[in-house]
């Protein structure tokens, strides 16, 4: 069974859902969890783990930084994607890093010469925990603010909020998720 529930952020109307004692998703409004929750048994319940939840992410919007490991965390994904989102929670509050900077992070734990950004870039854009697992703090190269599936306007705002100075960043005129 997948229990719900929402959150009224800053941002707007927030669902998290939880199986097994894990948070398996966090999805800000307009982002898509069809997917992810297909097949699913899923109900509106009040859980401790959505409570914590919902206090981390108050902790967050208040601007405190809250550590990811205090939540258990359950997303699912392949083996690469799972690498990826762990290679995510490392990276500070109010830092970013590029597609790039990750990819040779997953060469260098796999003992590849190479590793693709565009790959990482889809591992990255599968995240179902959005916020916690910050997929928000990792951009283009050259400062390109493409690919959130929360749409542009959410990654600038969850930036902004950690403080992150947006002189040096820009928003593509093509890419996806604009």
Not at 11 to 23: H, N, Q
Request: aromatic share 8%; with cysteine; net charge positive.
């Amino acid at each position: 069974m997948t229990y719900t529930a929402h959150y009224a952020s800053p941002l707007g109307d927030i669902l998290i859902a939880e199986r097994g004692g894990a948070l398996i998703g966090l999805w800000i409004a307009g982002q898509d969890c069809a997917s992810d929750l297909r097949g699913e048994t899923v109900e509106e319940r009040e859980t401790p783990l959505l409570r914590e939840t919902r206090a981390w992410l108050s902790r967050y919007f208040a601007g405190e930084q809250p550590a990811i490991e205090e939540l258990p965390l359950a997303p699912r994904g392949s083996t690469f994607r799972q690498r990826v989102w762990k290679l995510l929670c490392r990276i500070p509050y109010g830092a970013t890093t590029t597609y790039g900077a990750l990819a040779r992070k997953v060469a260098a734990e796999t003992g590849k010469s190479r590793m693709s950004a565009q790959a990482v870039g889809g591992a990255v854009g599968h995240n179902p925990i959005s916020i916690i697992i910050p997929c928000h703090r990792v951009v283009g190269a050259g400062g390109s603010l493409t690919g959130y599936g929360g749409g542009l306007p959410m990654k600038i705002a969850l930036l902004e909020h950690e403080g992150v100075d947006m002189s040096a960043f820009f928003v593509p005129k093509h890419g996806t998720k604009l």
